[in-house]
């Protein structure tokens, strides 16, 4: 059985960084063919995909976001990070990690809602 | 503004059979398969159909999925009240080279 979860902040002020981590389980992140991504949901808004990492650490971001955003994963402690640096009140969402195989988007965390403001 | 268009809200009376239509290009859903998943609030999305018109084990045979050319369509037939939610759909794109995703629709179930 596949979970995941996402940690870290509930709330950063403008210009800050954010890191979130979503911790895993069920799966490794070494599996050819596997990724874990991250998508938000501003409140009473869409689903926005961020960023992707696979097996083999090829890395995907959104093209609009891109100049801020870092993905990492560590093996190990089946672990995923992104980092979001300057962020502005728009940010403020529900982050999700999800588990992405070959039927896509598989498995979702429970999300974590993140408020910016001051 | 999505990437996918969907309509913004759809719905209808208990039994009935409601199709949700979901609008990309070529470099998304005419090129690559289309995802759909169900969002009940406060929760998180969950995966209803993957590869165009395949379910996940536990899905209703209720829900099924189409693709003709760069749409998509999702059914659902014998309409329940516990299908109100919010369906999106969404697909690889090429040119962004990511997932992107369909602004969402929301179901009531009158």
């Known amino acids: 059985q596949i979970t995941l979860k996402e940690s870290g902040p509930t709330l950063v002020k403008p210009t800050q960084t954010l890191t979130l981590t979503c911790t895993f389980s069920?799966?490794?992140?070494?599996?050819?063919?596997?990724?874990v991504g991250w998508i938000r949901q501003p409140p009473g808004k869409a689903l926005e995909w961020l960023a992707l990492?696979?097996?083999?650490?090829?890395?995907r971001y959104s093209p609009s976001l891109k100049s801020r955003l870092t993905i990492t994963k560590d093996t190990s402690k089946n672990q995923v990070v992104l980092t979001i640096t300057n962020m502005d009140p728009v940010d403020t969402a529900t982050y999700y990690c999800?588990?992405?195989?070959?039927?896509?988007?598989?498995?979702w965390g429970q999300g974590t809602l993140v408020t910016v403001s001051s | 503004q999505s990437v996918l268009t969907q309509p913004p809200s759809a719905s209808g009376t208990p039994g009935q059979r409601v199709i949700i239509s979901c609008s990309g290009s070529?470099?998304?859903?005419?090129?690559?398969?289309v995802n759909w998943y169900q969002q009940f609030p406060g929760t998180a999305p969950k995966l209803l159909i993957y590869?165009?018109?395949q379910r996940p084990s536990g899905v209703p045979a209720r829900f099924s999925g189409s693709k003709s050319g760069t749409s998509a369509s999702l059914a659902i037939s014998g309409l329940q009240s516990d299908d109100e939610a919010d369906y999106y759909c969404?697909?690889?794109?090429?040119?962004?080279?990511?997932?992107?995703f369909g602004g969402g629709t929301k179901l009531t179930v009158l």
């Open positions: 999800a588990h992405r195989g070959f039927r896509g988007f598989d498995s």
């Open positions: 069920g799966f490794s992140l070494s599996t050819t063919g596997v990724a």
């Open positions: 990492i696979y097996w083999d650490d090829d890395k």
């Open positions: 070529n470099s998304n859903i005419g090129d690559n398969l």
């Open positions: 590869s165009n018109n």
């Open positions: 969404a697909a690889w794109d090429d040119s962004l080279n990511g997932p992107v």
